[in-house]
């Protein structure tokens, strides 16, 4: 495979697989570069729970004195958990050490503002350009800073953003039974207090052990939350809630054992935020048409974006949304809480729904239109990109077109998304349709088109 393509600089920051290409060395320059750009002051830096993070939080932690910077380590937390913090406390920015839903030989830096956000285009280019031109600030002696650690007040802030939003008593009353999968990552400790503690409920939790490797394919997905789904059936649980290594992703086992679809679990939250919340709705060109029926049944419009969290939160802040994210990933934005994609604002907000409603997540997700979509990756010859593109397009006269991130076809009661992934050298592909046999043949004559 080319080197190219095992170290990628994408949205959210820089991903590789560690060792020859995601080096320390590599990490320490990053961090310099970043340091420089957002200025002498407190750097805020956290990490998920994968074996090279101590190594590469040291690199990174260097980058950043050498900078001027001063340095706030506030260890392993969830992402969400380190934008909140970042924002909170005025640093200059934030990194984490974290590559997310990947495999575990990967790992990668995101970088967030002074507003906790992700880098837009025009910041990113601009570190994207100091990084590659190696003019870095060189702190004198008199001007090092140091290190300091904060472990306590980043989680004890965001849970009490979460809870101002959900009637917090009302879900203590239910004492719900709830099932828990962490994947040993960066939610592993936070997620069961905050389940257990602050909302009153019952949990039983597997894979809460940082210190442990992760014991599935960390993306949280159907065909991997199998232990999650058998332990809600055996232990008699209401819902089942999974996260990915750094814990900006949920997925939900209902109270059947069954895995919803991510974009369902996205349009169940946004159903209940437009009951309280004025706004419209971002999400991206993946997220399933359900959330404009949702939104519709609101009186409220959706707006679309290229996949990436920073590009769904450059949207909402431009519409002043009530809600976003990113349906086929999990993600799941409440800017009353922050412009990040938060799991413990998807988990509060069913249980608060739950609760109000009496009614159980297989309900709840039994009232949505119901969509089939089929989601998958082919991988492609680098320069052939164009060629696939213009063959899909002259394949479905007369549908509409979108070319803002890759390409979307919309058929009638259809649609078909195809583009280059932003972290893997992978062409992801994604159908919908209003019954499972059409989904299948367009995704299947898409694939073979593809692969041909």
């Known amino acids: 495979m080319a080197r190219e393509h095992l170290l ?112 837009n285009n025009y910041e990113r280019g601009e570190l994207i350009d100091l990084y590659h031109q190696s003019n870095f600030h060189q702190a004198s002696n008199q001007a090092l800073r140091g290190v300091t650690c904060d472990y306590t007040n980043p989680r004890l802030l965001h849970i009490r953003r979460v809870l101002q939003h959900v009637d917090a008593e009302r879900i203590r009353r239910r004492r719900f039974r709830l099932a828990l999968d962490g994947v040993n990552g960066a939610a ?12 009153g409920c019952e949990v039983e939790a597997i894979h809460v052990d940082p210190a442990m490797p992760f014991p599935r394919v960390p993306e949280p997905r159907p065909d991997t939350l199998g232990e999650l789904a058998a332990l809600v059936r055996s232990r008699g649980c209401e819902a ?36 309280r919340l004025p706004g419209d709705v971002v999400v991206n060109l993946t997220t ?6 949702v939104a519709a049944s609101h009186g409220r419009k959706v707006y679309r974006t290229p996949v990436g969290e920073a590009n769904v939160v450059e949207m909402m802040q431009a519409v002043h949304a009530a809600i976003g994210g990113e349906g086929s990933n999990g993600g799941i934005i409440l800017p009353a809480v922050h412009l990040c994609r938060d799991s413990y604002t998807g988990m509060a907000f069913l249980l608060d729904r739950m609760s109000e409603t009496g009614k159980s997540v297989s309900e709840l997700a039994s009232r949505l239109p119901v969509y089939h979509r089929k ?31 890759g390409l979307k076809l919309t058929l009638d009661g259809a649609w078909i998304h195809v583009r280059a992934s932003n972290t893997e050298p992978l062409l992801r592909l994604a159908a919908e349709a209003r019954s499972p046999e059409r989904v299948e043949a367009l995704y299947g004559r898409v694939l073979k088109l593809l692969e041909g």
Do not use: W
């Open 8 to 119: 990628k600089i994408g949205v959210s920051g820089i991903r590789g697989v560690v060792g020859e290409f995601l080096t320390p060395s590599l990490a320490c320059a990053f961090a310099q570069a970043f340091g420089t750009y957002v200025g002498a002051g407190r750097v805020v830096v956290g990490r998920d729970t994968r074996s090279s993070g101590e190594m590469l939080q040291h690199a990174v932690t260097c980058g950043l004195l050498a900078a001027g910077c001063e340095v706030v380590d506030v260890g392993i937390l969830p992402t969400p958990t380190i934008q909140i913090y970042v924002a909170a406390t005025r640093a200059r920015g934030g990194l984490a050490v974290t590559a997310s839903h990947n495999p575990s030989e990967y790992n990668a830096l995101k970088m967030f503002n002074a507003q906790g956000l992700f880098f």
């Open 188 to 199: 592993s400790v936070m997620s069961p207090g905050f389940l257990r503690d602050d909302l």
């Open 240 to 275: 089942g809630f999974a996260h990915d290594p750094d814990g900006d992703r949920l997925a939900v086992v209902d109270d059947q054992g069954r895995v919803l679809d991510n974009d369902d679990v996205l349009a169940l939250v946004v159903d209940a935020a437009l009951q």
């Open 288 to 293: 399933s048409s359900v959330i404009d029926d």
């Open 375 to 405: 989601l998958g990756k082919v991988t492609y010859e680098h320069g052939k990109l164009g060629t696939l593109m213009q063959a899909l397009e002259e394949s479905f006269p007369g549908a509409g077109l979108d070319r803002s991130d």
